[in-house]
């Protein structure tokens, strides 16, 4: 895609096209392609607009609805922010009282379209003229476009001082390849710019790989970890007058009209350790990588089996939205024998299996195990007090 298609596709020839792949683009490419040319779709504008319905299609999972009216790149589309984490970020800015915000490296404009739907002018600079001039539709088809305007250019040299709060998502992915950048310096915007916007800029925001080094996270600011449904998805500073804690998880839903869930802390506090108890729970990821485990183990009245793994375990199945419990039937050293032994005792034929502090494969420990029967458990490898351990569970549900 290039800047002359995508103006193509924004014709009334564009639009048409764009409406004729969403009726033929579900089954086989070629003959959705072959279709929209017997249409007399001429075939460039053809293969444009049966890229952008199946991106669009992608996109789905990420933004609802919306999507069915974007732009989008492969790669724009990869490191987009997902429409309920931007959302929840909009609402928190506009709680604090922010009007005006740069987003410095907008990309398509996930954030910024969800800070403008908020009602906070946005200023977008996006350095890829394609990204930026999708970036600027996706405002149109949006209806924010006097919210958000975008600038294509270098976000480094954005006047910061035209506006109250900053916040900025830098690529962390080559290029060329779309390879994982882990190197903060080489993120673009760099690191060293993204430190010194914080420092310049008394309210700013800025969204890092899930896996950022405690150490890198400025002395002051708070550290925020967001999952959705359980998976982890992202990491945000809020620096400066927006911080309002030292750590926090945030718990999403992708399902509509979910209100959160989160936990606070200072996260440098370690959970006592006990022996293995009933109960086991698992927490969210996002309580985890906040460094947040000695925090739930008092909501949950828990302690850790192994001071380096962070399971809890506990007395009671206290329900809560930071961990799943599973109830203990049986601890066992590992061993594969013993382990097979028990679980064809129990005619389990299937299991789930979840690892912390285990080199197990669980796709090679599920062949391994040969399982036949009709009965479930959940299999949890760990250590307890550094011995390699299996617990054989049932899910409590609720
Ligand atoms: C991770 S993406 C932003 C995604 C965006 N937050 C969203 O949710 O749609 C980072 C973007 O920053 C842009 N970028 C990188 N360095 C830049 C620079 N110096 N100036 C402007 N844009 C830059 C990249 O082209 C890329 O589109």
């Known amino acids: 895609m290039d800047l002359d298609q ?9 639009v048409a096209a764009l409406d004729a792949a969403a009726r033929v683009s579900a089954g086989d490419p070629l ?3 072959s279709a929209l040319r017997a249409a007399g779709v001429p075939a460039g504008l053809a293969a444009a607009a049966l ?3 199946e991106l669009r299609r992608r996109a789905t999972a990420k933004f609802g609805a919306a999507a069915a009216g974007m732009f989008l790149t492969r790669a724009g589309l990869e490191q987009a922010t997902r429409g309920v984490v931007a959302a929840r970020r909009a609402a928190r800015l506009r709680a604090a009282g922010v009007r005006t915000l740069a987003d410095l490296g907008c990309g398509l404009g996930a954030d910024a379209l969800a800070a403008a ?12 003229p394609l990204t930026a001039a ?3 539709a996706n405002a149109e088809a949006a209806g924010v476009a006097d919210l958000f305007t975008v600038e294509c250019g270098d976000a ?19 290029g060329g390849t779309g390879r994982r950048i882990f190197d903060p310096n080489a993120y673009s915007p760099p690191w060293d710019f993204v430190t010194r916007l914080a420092e310049r800029v008394p309210r700013t925001v800025v969204k890092v790989a899930p896996g ?18 359980g998976d982890l998805v992202e990491a945000a500073l809020w620096c400066g007058e927006l911080a309002e804690v030292p750590r926090r998880a945030t718990l999403l839903s992708a399902q509509e009209g979910h209100p959160g869930n989160r936990l606070t802390g200072a996260g440098d506090r370690e959970a006592e350790v006990g022996p293995v108890r009933r109960f086991l729970h698992d927490p969210d990821p996002a309580v985890v990588r906040a460094h947040l485990v000695a925090e739930l183990a008092d909501e949950l009245d828990a302690t850790l089996a192994d ?12 329900p809560g939205p930071y961990a799943r419990c599973l109830e203990i039937t049986d601890v066992l050293p590992f061993s594969l024998k013993r382990l097979r032994a028990l679980l064809r005792e129990r005619g389990v034929g299937r299991v789930e299996i979840l690892k912390r502090g285990s080199a197990l494969t669980p796709e090679q420990l599920r062949r391994d195990l040969r399982l036949a029967g009709d009965a479930a458990a959940s299999l949890v490898l760990t250590r307890v007090a550094g011995a390699p351990t299996v617990l054989v569970c049932q899910p409590v549900r609720g």
């Open 117 to 128: 739907r908020a009602g906070i002018r946005v200023y977008g600079v996006e350095a890829d």
């Open 212 to 229: 950022i080094d405690h150490g890198l996270i400025p002395a002051g600011a708070e550290a925020e970890w967001v999952s959705v449904d």
């Open 31 to 33: 003959a959705a392609a």
């Open 156 to 174: 480094t040299k954005f006047d910061v001082d035209r506006v109250e709060a900053v916040f900025c998502d830098p690529a962390r992915r080559a």
């Open 51 to 53: 890229t952008q319905v």
């Open 307 to 318: 001071p380096a793994i962070a399971y809890l375990y506990a007395d009671e199945p206290t």
């Open 6 to 14: 995508l103006a193509a596709l924004r014709t009334a020839e564009g």
């Open 134 to 136: 999708m970036a600027a």
